[in-house]
């Protein structure tokens, strides 16, 4: 006896005579509908947030860093001056190594690299025990060479000939119901070219709606949105959506895999609007703690200004600069 066919998209019948793949089914959609508005909201939020950053954030990150610039250059002349002992000079080189690093992370400008060269050289002269050239430090990948051990490390079957490993066997497996997924997908996508083709169509007004309805079911098969398409099959008042069980599980499969793609972009969405706002991922979850967060940032930036800016009044009397050397040298182990 011939299974009686079900409506799929929307289920008529009453929800206590639904079939356990069509409740399936039905929380799929519900859950890709909630992840695609939860996906365009993200996106609206990453545009705000961005505009913002330019707005409010960058011009005073950009002021941070010229009086850290300017700072370095202080300390700079301050060694050319000879003003300082020699174990003073010493320790005051590598502040401005120390310094000029943390500034070449945001701007690696020449005059920038040029300065942390020639201190880097400087405190190093002092090391005649390293036999290494000196410059700046090697990489482990550049000291490593071709005698490293991160390339190629993964050695072919020796037997191909031999039974499949479970781990085989499940790929295949997945294989296959990954071409199955595609033939459905495709057959859906042929039956509605087929439904909406322009070609035979003679009113005008009709052939340009059935034109533009063909681009849409063309992007939604290229981006494989088998949602968009399927709820484009449910604008057909002639076409029954097809619930056997082994199309609508094809389906179903089709719907998982999409959402799995949407968490992916939803998830790489949100590291995105972390780096604009320059915040923990984890406080992306909620708006009101993203605000919370980009508005300390802006705060902590300004008062950062405040401080580095009096710290380069202060460091005009070289007394003040003797001082901070005295500190580092008693905070510094002994060699």
């Not at 020699?86 to 690696?108: C, D, N, R, V």
């Amino acid at each position: 006896m011939n299974e009686p066919t079900k409506a799929l998209l929307p289920i008529k019948q009453p929800e206590a005579l639904w079939s356990k793949k069509q409740k399936e089914f039905k929380q799929l959609s519900v859950a890709l509908e909630k992840a695609e508005a939860e996906l365009s909201s993200l996106r609206s939020t990453i545009e705000h947030y961005r505009s913002r950053r330019q707005l409010e954030l960058t011009p005073l990150q950009k002021v941070y860093a010229e009086c850290f610039q300017e700072m370095v250059q202080k300390l700079d002349q301050w060694y050319r001056s000879g003003v300082f002992a020699p174990h003073e000079s010493k320790h005051l080189a590598s502040i401005i190594i120390e310094y000029t690093t943390y500034l070449m992370h945001g701007s690696g400008t020449e005059a920038l690299k040029n300065l942390y060269l020639r201190y880097w050289n400087i405190t190093n002269q002092e090391k005649p025990e390293d036999n290494r050239t000196l410059g700046p430090p090697i990489t482990p990948t550049e000291e490593q060479g071709d005698t490293g051990t991160t390339l190629d490390e993964t050695i072919p079957l020796a037997d191909e000939s031999k039974a499949w490993s479970p781990e085989e066997k499940l790929a295949d497996r997945a294989r296959r119901e990954q071409e199955r997924l595609r033939l459905a997908i495709r057959k859906l996508y042929l039956r509605l070219i087929k439904e909406f083709h322009p070609d035979l169509e003679l009113d005008e007004r009709l052939k340009e709606e059935k034109t533009a309805k063909v681009q849409e079911i063309t992007a939604a098969y290229r981006n494989e949105d088998l949602k968009e398409m399927l709820n484009l099959q449910l604008s057909l008042e002639t076409v029954h959506l097809e619930s056997s069980s082994k199309v609508l599980n094809h389906y179903i499969k089709g719907y998982k895999r999409q959402l799995e793609r949407l968490t992916e972009r939803l998830s790489a969405e949100r590291e995105n609007l972390a780096v604009i706002c320059q915040i923990d991922s984890v406080h992306t979850l909620n708006p009101k703690a993203i605000e919370i967060q980009f508005q300390t940032n802006i705060n902590q930036v300004k008062k950062e200004i405040r401080t580095l800016k009096a710290y380069v009044r202060a460091i005009q009397d070289p007394q003040f600069l003797r001082q901070e050397i005295a500190h580092r040298i008693q905070s510094t182990p002994s060699e």
